[in-house]
């Protein structure tokens, strides 16, 4: 395995040799071996971390698996990942499919694989006394609507919160829905058209490309790394496509949990600037973060950048509040669309979620809830380690691990071992915008305690023991 690298080129020296094994890869075939990192470090002529970061963005786009003590080798779905004249990308019914399914298990079946927390972690007696607060405070709340662009006390709480990320915004750029997903759909509605392209972080968030199907926009996944977008293949994707729109995740929604870094922040709004496309960054985790960092809105100052948020998570996900910060005209735009679809949000969540910020009783509950997910995230991270389990990145916190066993080539085959154990998991294939087969899932680290997860993290298949075959 060899080829010239161009040290003139624009594209950077690790780029050039993740695309020219990306080649080899293609001519080669599944299940072929590659060779070692020193051994690709001496036939290329570069760094040994040139060679790691290769690999790793070969491992993130599917491609390439690592088999402790063996080496790497090419992965099962290689060939439909590679393009998509050899794919299928997932239809509206693969995703709606697997949303039905979650909804739909024996309420007894332990959920390892679902976004939403555990309803025995949540905390009832804050929530109810702002619930009645509301009630006896305010009979509108329960009878009228709210105003279109959302309770105007909220807005501007919600304001002073984006100001602890160093985001400003006035109180009228600020739109409120009916949780995140209906700030995507709005979104979606409005800024895109059949035939539009898009690009969309994968592994991402399979709603999302549900909602980008329905509107038959075509998607383009770009590989999501530890620090954010992979920025040297979005730079190579430009050169083909021309974008409206990149989805992106600041910190946690992205199934690897991972935070954005500065360096990859700063590339990423040059290269919108450049090429003329917003951004949409998606931030509905941002309550589980113990210490900020940094988001794409506070160095664009929301100009290209289009900031979402959600306090459904973390509340209740009966009580959908959400938020869509952007500047003036897309606002007075999204507020057209959201009068159109469904009239306004709920005036009564608005005012409970109000209540809650204003006593103080939610940032005391984000602070607890942010404190034991970390605790959960540090055991399930000793447990799959122990168990001979790969994690594609230690996230910063949130609730999500994206991991793979070895021993498992398929994540639809640990699907049914879970199955078999009373557990729910999705297979990673819906986490990917270009399809295929990938050995990859994600579980909800809130639920990793319970003794069915136990028993399966520690030996998801009991004919074939973790760290056998």
């Keep these: 395995m060899k080829w010239e690298i161009d040290q003139d080129s624009s594209l950077p020296v690790v780029a050039q040799v993740a695309e020219g094994m990306r080649d080899w890869i293609a001519r080669h075939g599944v299940g072929s071996r590659l060779p070692s990192i020193r051994r690709l470090s001496n036939d290329m002529g570069i760094s ?3 060679a790691i970061e290769a690999y790793e963005r070969l491992v993130a786009q599917g491609l390439v698996c690592s088999r402790p003590g063996s080496g790497f080798y090419v992965t099962d779905g290689a060939s439909r990942a590679l393009g998509r004249k050899d794919r299928e990308a997932p239809s509206l019914d693969d995703v709606t499919d697997e949303m039905w399914r979650l909804f739909q298990v024996h309420e007894q079946t332990l959920k390892l694989g679902c976004g939403w927390l555990p309803t025995h972690w949540r905390e009832g007696d804050d929530l109810a006394y702002a619930i009645r607060h509301v009630t006896r405070q305010s009979r509108s709340g329960l009878f009228d609507y709210s105003t279109p662009l959302g309770t105007p006390e909220l807005r501007s709480l919600i304001r002073e919160r984006m100001r602890l990320l160093d985001i400003e915004a006035d109180a009228n750029q600020i739109l409120l829905t009916g949780g995140g997903s209906h700030a995507l759909d709005l979104l979606v509605r409005l800024t895109l058209e059949p035939g539009d392209t898009v690009f969309v972080e994968s592994p991402g968030y399979y709603n999302l ?22 920025v040297e293949r979005m730079e190579s994707l430009l050169k083909t496509h021309k974008p409206r729109l990149l989805f992106t995740n600041s910190v946690f929604q992205n199934p690897t949990g991972t935070t954005l870094v500065p360096t990859v922040a700063h590339r990423v709004l ?56 952007a500047g003036p005209r897309l606002i007075k735009q999204l507020v057209d669309v959201k009068m159109l679809t469904s009239i306004a949000s709920s005036r009564f969540a608005e005012q409970v979620v109000k209540t809650m ?58 699907v049914e071992l879970a199955q078999r154990a009373g557990i729910s998991l999705s297979p990673g294939d819906v986490f990917l915008p270009e399809g295929g087969h990938s050995p990859w899932t994600r579980i909800n680290v809130a639920y990793a305690r319970d003794p069915r997860a136990l028993r399966f993290l520690s030996c998801p298949d009991d004919d074939e023991p973790v760290g056998g075959g």
């Design 357 to 414: 910020l204003e006593n103080g009783s939610y940032r005391k509950l984000a602070e607890r809830l942010s404190t034991r997910l970390s605790e959960q995230m540090a055991s399930t991270l000793e447990l799959v380690g122990t168990a001979g389990w790969e994690v594609f990145a230690e996230p910063a916190g949130g609730m999500f691990l994206w991991i793979r066993h070895p021993a498992v080539a398929s994540s639809g085959r640990l």
């Design 270 to 325: 040059q290269l919108a600037e450049k090429h003329d496309f917003q951004i949409v960054e998606d931030d509905i985790y941002a309550d589980f973060q113990h210490a900020p960092t940094i988001r794409l809105a506070a160095l664009d100052g929301l100009r290209r950048v289009i900031y979402l948020g959600s306090f459904s998570k973390s509340l209740s996900c009966s009580l959908r509040v959400g938020f869509i910060a």
């Design 209 to 230: 490309f549900g909602l980008l199907r329905l509107q038959r926009v075509k998607v383009i996944g770009v590989p999501r790394l530890s620090g954010g977008p992979d």
């Design 48 to 50: 040994r971390n040139t």
